[in-house]
């Protein structure tokens, strides 16, 4: 992101071209496709938010119908991007977003971490989606029997400093830490409140949250049963 590119998307909502819901795209935002791309009008925050509870409906139950993963999806999101909801989930191979949210391609930005923990550049990533591409949608992602909750549980426990920059994981999970009382499923809930609340902080996030055209929610998935919870 260039600030070329954030001075002529102020401008443009200035002069009230983008007022309307015009949706830009990455190629649009950096200048690579006309301006006449067709306007789109992205779902609202709570429309995003039902098609992924539909979506892991049909993902827990055994009915998911993997959406949007042909060869026309791919054709048709070739020269365009309208993601509608941005998943902050963990690295763990256990939890691929589009697929406990039954989506394809085009779907979801997905932003993982070890437990979805948050620094500067992830925080950057996860902006890009409603900066750039007016994403209505944010949902972090904990999971059941998380390992990097649970080795940090344990560092952190053992008084121990983990290798490399895995300790950066540690570090970022210490005040879940201190608030869970030993207790790691616990800690997985905090800590993903945690981000949730870091994220509705975020300088580009307060003014689309307060016009309501973004909205930020915690969920916690079962590895047992594939379902997704709201946690906040
Ligand atoms: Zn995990």
Redesign the pocket.
């Known amino acids: 992101m260039t600030h070329n590119t954030v001075d002529r998307r102020t401008l443009l909502r200035a002069t009230g071209l983008v007022a309307g819901g015009l949706l830009l795209d990455a190629g649009a935002a950096h200048g690579l496709t006309p301006s006449s791309a067709p306007a789109t009008s992205p779902p609202s925050p709570d429309e995003a938010w039902a098609k992924l509870r539909e979506g892991n409906r049909r993902w827990a139950s055994g009915t998911a119908i993997r959406p949007h993963q042909d060869l026309a999806r791919r054709a048709g999101t070739a020269q365009n991007q309208e993601p509608y909801a941005v998943v902050v989930s ?3 191979s256990r939890v691929p977003p589009e697929i406990v949210f039954d989506t394809g391609i085009g779907d979801l930005l997905s932003v993982r971490s ?2 979805q923990t948050i620094d500067p550049l992830v925080s950057g990533a996860i902006e890009y989606g409603p900066a750039e591409l007016d994403t209505p949608l944010i949902v972090v992602l904990g ?1 059941q029997r ?4 649970a080795a940090a549980a344990h560092a952190l426990h053992e008084d121990t400093r983990l290798p490399g920059d895995l300790h950066h994981i540690v570090e970022a999970l210490r005040p879940a830490y201190r608030r869970a009382s030993g207790n790691t499923d616990k800690m997985i809930r905090i800590n993903t409140a945690d981000v949730v609340a870091k994220l509705k902080a975020d300088k580009l996030f307060v003014p689309r949250i307060a016009r309501k055209q973004l909205k930020i929610v915690g969920c916690y998935y079962s590895l047992d049963t594939g379902q997704v919870t709201r946690v906040v």
């Open positions: 963990c690295i763990d070890a437990a999971h998380c390992g990097a909750v």
